[in-house]
């Protein structure tokens, strides 16, 4: 009788999933699922991106005015479109044929790897965190600051050739660390959301270094321009194939930090413990791991990364600080970190893509008028098309619950009815 009794009360006292924990779940397959879902996304929206530069095509739209008369001609003005663009684009990311030299033919693929290369480092800091549960979306404003003090120790600080740049590469990842480490202790100790604080930061960030350009510590001397002064010799990265090339150095520090990234997150205790904080942070609790460090620790280690994309900037291309320094690297690394689904090596192929995108987009703009929009509109294919198929499985997995409830509830009031006319009976 007791045994009875007691088993509804034990049912009754487990603690009940919380209706919003389908979400996570839904977020965590979008940005760890399989490579081929990536492949495919990117295939499909290829796809729909070449329909669209076909669409807005004018010879496919003379050809489209007689279609029903000749068919063939409006679907070959597409080809012809569609293949044109993407052809262009080839040729200003990857290889170009009509170079007269070896390293006019090249010299785009060198373009795509220069591009890339803030684009890896700020993806890490994003795959990293996200690791840890996660989602990293300051490190535009990560960047910024760690660019921001790379730039005054390269151009305010006299030190000898390699120590000088050492010591910019320091302050970068320095300043970007010091700024996702508010994110991480903020998150640790008073539980504010991680979105929110990097958000924030990101216009703090923002606004600061506008700030700072005003100052006469930051601004170039006899320039009214928010700008500041160029960075000394000794603080640039070396080229890495000749002074014909923009390709920097950087580009060997953006491997570096996939291979550290890629050891410590699979061979390190530090990273089985940010995985484990990532996966069931109750869980990771419970076995002794303290998920408040590894929030700070995460976070650190995320900032730092994106500050290393800041440090490619100002002593890879660019060479002064300004306002647009960051350009849009910070945001698009979130894009880069969730083609790559959250893994070192996946993230660095995936911001070589997306290299290849920004390099070729321009090329593909000059020489066939296609709009360079076009490539954000295929990025965002990307993405849209790598989280439909959790949110799909999701809105199905409801859905059968649904009618499973409705089924136990129906089920459970025909019981009870019989049993009450019975008990009438």
Same mark, same amino acid.
Do not use: C
């Given at each position: 009788?007791?045994?009875?009794?007691?088993?509804?009360?034990?049912?009754?006292?487990?603690?009940?999933?919380?209706?919003?924990?389908?979400?996570?779940? =839904?977020?965590?397959?979008?940005?760890?699922?399989?490579?081929?879902?990536?492949?495919?996304?990117?295939?499909?929206?290829?796809?729909?991106?070449?329909?669209?530069?076909?669409?807005?095509?004018?010879?496919?739209?003379?050809?489209?005015?007689?279609?029903?008369?000749?068919?063939?001609?409006?679907?070959?003005?597409?080809?012809?479109?569609?293949?044109?663009?993407?052809?262009?684009?080839?040729?200003?990311?990857?290889?170009?044929?009509?170079?007269?030299?070896?390293?006019?033919?090249?010299?785009?693929?060198?373009?795509?790897?220069? =591009?890339?290369?803030?684009?890896?480092?700020?993806?890490?800091?994003?795959?990293?965190?996200?690791?840890?549960?996660?989602?990293?979306?300051?490190?535009?404003?990560?960047?910024?600051?760690?660019?921001?003090?790379?730039?005054?120790?390269?151009?305010?600080?006299?030190?000898?050739?390699?120590?000088?740049?050492?010591?910019?590469?320091?302050?970068?990842?320095?300043?970007?660390?010091?700024?996702?480490?508010?994110?991480?202790?903020?998150?640790?100790?008073?539980?504010?959301?991680?979105?929110?604080?990097?958000?924030? %930061?990101?216009?703090?960030?923002?606004?600061?270094?506008?700030?700072?350009?005003?100052?006469?510590?930051?601004?170039?001397?006899?320039?009214? $321009?928010?700008?500041?002064?160029? =960075?000394?010799?000794?603080?640039?990265?070396?080229?890495?194939?000749?002074?014909?090339?923009?390709?920097?150095?950087?580009?060997?520090?953006?491997?570096?930090?996939?291979?550290?990234?890629?050891?410590?997150?699979?061979?390190?205790?530090?990273?089985?413990?940010?995985?484990?904080?990532?996966?069931?942070?109750?869980?990771?609790?419970?076995?002794? /791991?303290?998920?408040?460090?590894?929030?700070?620790?995460?976070?650190?280690?995320?900032?730092? %990364?994106?500050?290393?994309?800041?440090?490619?900037?100002?002593?890879?291309?660019?060479?002064?600080?300004?306002?647009? =320094?960051?350009?849009?690297?910070?945001?698009?690394? /979130?894009?880069?970190?969730?083609?790559?689904?959250?893994?070192?090596?996946?993230?660095?192929?995936?911001?070589?893509?997306?290299?290849?995108?920004?390099?070729?987009?321009?090329?593909?703009?000059?020489?066939?008028?296609? $709009?360079?929009?076009?490539?954000?509109?295929?990025?965002?294919?990307?993405?849209?098309? /790598?989280?439909?198929?959790?949110?799909?499985?999701?809105?199905?997995?409801?859905?059968?619950?649904?009618?499973?409830?409705?089924?136990?509830?129906?089920?459970?009031?025909?019981?009870? $009815?019989?049993?009450?006319?019975?008990?009438?009976?």
């Amino acid at each position: 009788m007791s045994a009875t009794g007691t088993a509804p009360a034990a049912a009754d006292q487990q603690e009940a999933p919380p209706p919003t924990t389908v979400a996570p779940g =839904v977020t965590r397959r979008a940005w760890t699922g399989s490579a081929l879902q990536s492949v495919l996304a990117i295939v499909a929206a290829l796809v729909l991106g070449g329909l669209l530069i076909a669409l807005t095509d004018d010879r496919v739209a003379d050809a489209a005015s007689y279609f029903f008369a000749r068919p063939a001609d409006t679907l070959a003005a597409m080809w012809a479109a569609a293949s044109a663009a993407y052809e262009a684009m080839f040729y200003g990311a990857v290889y170009n044929p009509n170079g007269t030299t070896l390293a006019q033919r090249v010299y785009p693929l060198a373009e795509t790897l220069t =591009v890339a290369t803030p684009l890896v480092l700020a993806g890490l800091g994003v795959a990293v965190a996200f690791q840890a549960g996660l989602f990293n979306i300051g490190a535009q404003g990560q960047l910024l600051i760690g660019a921001a003090l790379a730039a005054w120790v390269g151009f305010a600080w006299q030190l000898p050739v390699g120590v000088h740049l050492l010591a910019v590469v320091l302050a970068g990842a320095a300043g970007g660390a010091l700024w996702g480490a508010v994110v991480g202790v903020l998150k640790a100790r008073t539980g504010a959301h991680e979105v929110i604080l990097t958000i924030m %930061l990101n216009y703090i960030a923002l606004n600061l270094v506008a700030w700072l350009l005003t100052r006469p510590a930051f601004l170039r001397p006899g320039s009214s $321009n928010p700008v500041s002064p160029q =960075v000394a010799e000794s603080a640039m990265f070396p080229k890495l194939l000749g002074e014909q090339f923009r390709l920097h150095w950087g580009f060997v520090l953006a491997i570096l930090a996939t291979v550290f990234v890629a050891w410590l997150l699979k061979r390190s205790t530090t990273g089985f413990e940010l995985r484990a904080v990532g996966a069931n942070p109750r869980a990771a609790r419970t076995a002794g /791991i303290s998920v408040t460090r590894g929030f700070v620790v995460v976070m650190v280690l995320a900032g730092a %990364l994106a500050g290393l994309a800041g440090v490619a900037q100002i002593s890879g291309t660019e060479r002064a600080l300004t306002t647009g =320094v960051a350009a849009s690297f910070g945001f698009d690394a /979130i894009t880069v970190a969730l083609l790559g689904r959250s893994r070192p090596w996946g993230t660095f192929f995936a911001g070589l893509l997306y290299g290849g995108f920004r390099a070729g987009g321009v090329t593909m703009q000059s020489m066939t008028g296609t $709009n360079i929009d076009i490539v954000l509109v295929v990025q965002s294919l990307i993405v849209l098309f /790598i989280a439909l198929p959790p949110l799909v499985r999701t809105g199905r997995a409801r859905a059968r619950r649904g009618r499973g409830g409705t089924a136990a509830t129906a089920t459970t009031t025909t019981a009870t $009815n019989a049993t009450t006319e019975g008990g009438r009976g």
